[in-house]
């Protein structure tokens, strides 16, 4: 990244490394819960052992999209081998949802993985129409107190998937991968981690000459994942997903196969010409095991009804414009936000909980809950959870 100072409303891009760090993910955790924050990006805990689960999978997910959407026109590493590679450290099982949030199942993380990006292939092919101009990347700008312009207050970073030019409309989007259990956009416009990312990429691109300093990103195109299963059922030509074929479905294909036959010769032959077996008459006199044999010999695909039930979509891409003035407001939010997280975490405000349905993914739930019953925190801490620091990342030379 470019060491040139950048303005950015009420940031600068600097490589500085004497100042607090504010990560995304950070801010986020501090709105959700104090408790949580606290205890992850203060003390420093995650729990021995963990489970690899929802974000290990989407960790794996975005390391195949980023090996696959590298610079240029041209696509990279299969999505699929790179999945594949990266399952052959750990194995372990996701939870897949309904529409409704509901339990459907527990799938092997490698195979469901493997469907999603089958399915991503098939959808979206080689995304001819984009042409990547910067992949994955870590930048930082240095944010200003909102009340006091010119004093710096703390060093933000973020990691943004890719930046790409649709090379129909000359427009530059920056792209956030989502892997999702459902498609939500209502609350997109709002939307903090992809707009802070949003916020701070321009500057950090034209610092690196990626986009000229009259070009501009348009705003954010949200590219959603579902963790969908695969799903077996034989597909018709509409693309919906069919109920398996009974014999009058086998009768219909075979009677439309023969209609067709006639229509390439021109004028329909004597009736009488017609073998019995391929009236309709015939054919409903044949057994069902008969029938597909017939179809099989005629090398047609037979589909059942639709069915009632179709998945759900499985990909979708939002487009979110954005403009200066949000980018400033996020700017603003931004120091507003650290100065919250700064008081409670100097000790000048009490953290609190905040629980609800969240608490059932919360790393922190098994501590929660003795801290409830006035149990002894410390003696869980050493049992059950470990150092890490939440902000390696960003500090290990090369990487900031």
Known sequence: MSSDLVNVGGGVLAPYTDLPIFRTSERKAFKNCQWQWWYVYVEGLQKKGARK???????????????????????????I?????????????????????????????????????????????????????????????LIQHPQRPGEILVRYVGVFDIVARNRKTGLIWLWDHKTARQIKVSHLKMDEQA????????????????????????????????????????????????????????????????DDELARHGDPIDQSDIPVELTEKGLNTLKLPELIKLAKKEDLEVF?????????????????????????????????????LAAVRDGHFAKTKNPGDHCNWCPMKMLCEIDEEGGDTEEIIEFAYEKFDPYEQYTTEGKS
């Open 195 to 258: 707009g802070s990312y949003w916020t701070i990429a321009e500057p950090a691109l034209k610092a690196d000459g990626v986009i000229g300093e009259n070009e501009h990103l348009r705003g954010i195109l949200y590219n959603f994942i579902t963790k969908s299963p695969p799903d077996e059922r034989p597909r018709n030509a509409d693309g919906l997903y069919c109920n398996k074929p009974v014999k009058k479905d086998y009768v219909a294909a075979l009677l439309g196969l023969y």
């Open 53 to 79: 689960g929802a974000l290990w999978f989407g960790q794996g997910i975005h390391l195949a999209l980023e090996r696959w959407y590298i610079p240029g026109k041209d696509r990279g590493v299969d999505p």
């Open 304 to 340: 059942g009804a639709p069915s009632k039930v179709q998945p759900a979509k499985r990909f979708h891409r939002e487009e979110v414009q954005r403009s200066p003035k949000a980018r400033e407001r996020q700017i603003k939010r931004i120091g507003e936000d650290y100065l919250q």
């Open 81 to 141: 081998v790179t999945w594949l590679e990266y399952c052959l450290e750990a194995s372990t099982d996701i939870r897949v949802e309904d529409d409704d949030g509901e339990f459907l199942t527990w799938m092997d993380a490698k195979d469901l993985g493997v469907a999603m990006l089958t399915h991503m292939l098939e959808t979206y092919g080689d995304d001819d129409e984009w042409y990547i101009l910067s992949p994955e990347q870590t930048v930082e700008v």
